[in-house]
């Protein structure tokens, strides 16, 4: 079936397995196309801004993800673990002469959240979405890592700084999706590498600079194979780097890149699947970044066994999840959820709740049980209310609706929504999504200024340490800049149809039919390759 966006006024399909799927979660389908449905979610999720707040249970001066002039309550994760923080007391009744949100968000600003959602993580103040962190700084997005700064979506590294979409990765520096690698800079799409600057789609290689394309080598400059003696001489000449070095080495290896074909998207291992960054999946449509996974659908960031998902954002071990954000490790049969976690069974339109089963409209509860706007009620009236609730969401229009924008506890320009959906102040307020204004920025001791931005920023001595050892420059730019510099280099979450560049075949590829990349599909590719 066709619908009609909401939002952009443009069909979108909805097909058979579909219409099965929200039938499975009795929900209604989607009112609004598959991009603007994860825009709005995306708008839910701060990862990388930090506000200095104060504790509302404490008292205490604390990091925090919410601007403390926003009005939410937030205080420290061990706090709200405890038995001081009750959010149960703030359960009130589903009033049916108002809208449903209209009332999740008044309890919204009585509930007391944690400041950050981290876990597990010991000398590890700065940060968001992370869990098992020891002595890292400024991690987002992130799980099992030591000694790293600066760094997003990495997986089980260690000493790593600026990286970005990293597994099992050690004294890395500025590399982006890359895996199973060792002492490797500036480089993207490298498996397997060690010893190696400014390469790209390298696999199974050391000791290579500025090279594309690459498999079982070593000694390899610029695609030029060279004795050991010849490249050893030609990397004193690179090293140590300096900022034009630097310049001149990307620029160098990007043109070089583009010479050499390249896979229409980062699938491995997967079958009956289309995305990006997809390995060991199966029957998985329009996903990206997911490892493990089947039967899911417009699904980002779902790292593990992920089965029955659609529309999400963050997603772990989870089955038969739908419109939800940062949502189940361990959790079953969640709609339209924010933050529910560990072992959660049958939610719907919840926000930070763990440990509990058949709740509606609930804030920062843990293990709880058949509770509506965080009020108490036995299994009969529960059961006996939600109908009714259903049917007057249904009459304002609300029964099947994710959080509306202008109740995201964030500016748009906080969230992940501002980087993959790029808008103006004027655009995303016209849109109806919340802005955070500028301030002047204080003046820092010993700071630098932002080559880019021009706004002060400060090193660590650990990082200083780091560069160091590898004889790096200091970075001319802030570590927002470094950020959304390498965040530019990842492809859309968009599919284009396009086809292969040798044999024709059509493909769905994250790559524009308009890009200057030669794009081959798999078995073109592969043959290139070996």
């Keep these: 079936m066709e619908r009609i966006c909401k939002i952009t006024g443009k069909p979108f399909e909805i097909t058979d397995a579909d219409l099965d799927f929200y039938r499975k979660m009795n929900v209604p389908p989607p009112t609004i196309c598959p991009s603007e449905r994860e825009r709005r979610r995306m708008a839910w999720r701060n990862e990388r801004s930090l506000y200095k707040n104060i504790s509302s249970e404490t008292g205490k001066e604390i990091i925090s993800v919410f601007d403390p002039d926003a009005g939410y309550h937030a205080c420290e994760l061990e706090v709200w673990y405890s038995d001081k923080v009750d959010n149960a007391k703030h359960g009130r009744d589903f009033d049916f002469n108002r809208p449903f949100f209209e009332q999740f968000n ?26 098992n962190a020891k002595n890292c700084y400024l991690i987002f997005a992130s799980d099992n890592c030591e000694d790293c700064y600066y760094v997003d979506y990495i997986w089980e590294c260690k000493n790593c700084v600026d990286c970005y979409g990293a597994l099992k990765c050690e004294l890395c520096y500025e590399c982006l999706d890359c895996k199973n690698s060792y002492k490797t800079l500036y480089s993207q799409f490298c498996m397997q590498c060690s010893d190696c600057a400014f390469c790209f789609d390298c696999k199974s ?30 990397l004193k000449q690179a090293f140590p780097l300096t900022e034009e070095k630097i310049k001149e080495y990307a620029k160098r290896a990007y043109e070089l890149s583009l010479k050499i074909p390249r896979k229409f998207a980062q699938i491995s291992k997967s079958e009956n699947s289309t995305g990006d960054f997809l390995t060991n999946c199966k029957n998985c449509e329009e996903c990206y970044d997911c490892y493990n996974d089947e039967e899911c659908k417009w699904v980002f960031n779902g790292p593990k066994n992920n089965k029955f998902c659609y529309d999400c954002t963050g997603v772990n071990t989870g089955e038969l999840i739908y419109e939800s954000v940062a949502s189940a490790v361990g959790s079953y049969n969640l709609a339209y959820c924010i933050l529910c976690w560990i072992s959660n069974n049958n939610l719907r339109n919840c926000y930070y709740c763990l440990n509990s089963k058949n709740l509606f409209g609930c804030i920062g509860l843990k293990r709880n049980e058949y509770c509506i706007l965080n009020k108490q009620y036995t299994k009969e009236e529960y059961e006996k209310i939600m109908p009714r ?17 202008k109740y995201s506890t964030f500016p748009y320009n ?66 927002n800049c470094r950020h959304h510099s390498k965040f530019s280099k990842r492809n859309p979450h968009h599919l284009f149809n396009r086809k292969c560049d040798k044999c024709e075949t059509p493909i769905k590829t994250v790559y524009a039919p308009n890009r200057p990349e030669i794009v081959y599909c798999n078995e073109c590719y592969t043959a290139s390759l070996y």
Excluded at 106 to 131: F, R, S
Excluded at 216 to 225: A, L, P, T
Excluded at 395 to 405: A, H, L, M, S, Y
């Design 205 to 234: 290689c050391e000791y290579c600079f500025g090279s594309s394309g690459l498999r079982h080598k070593k000694y390899v400059f610029f695609n030029e194979q060279l004795s050991q003696e010849e490249y050893e001489k030609r």
């Design 389 to 405: 609730i259903i049917e007057h969401m249904t009459k304002t229009q609300e029964w099947g609706e994710f959080f509306p924008i």
């Design 106 to 131: 008044e309890l919204l600003h009585k509930i007391t959240l944690p400041a950050l959602a981290m876990v597990n993580t010991t000398n590890t103040d700065y940060g968001q979405y992370v869990d």
């Design 414 to 479: 906080d969230t992940i929504a501002n980087e993959y959906y790029p808008l103006s102040e004027v655009e995303a307020l016209k849109l109806g999504y919340k802005w955070r204004k500028e301030t002047a920025p204080k003046n820092l001791p010993d700071a630098l200024t932002c080559a880019s931005c021009k706004k002060p920023f400060q090193t660590i001595p650990q990082e200083l340490k780091f560069y160091k050892a590898l004889n790096l420059p200091t970075p001319s730019l802030c570590s």
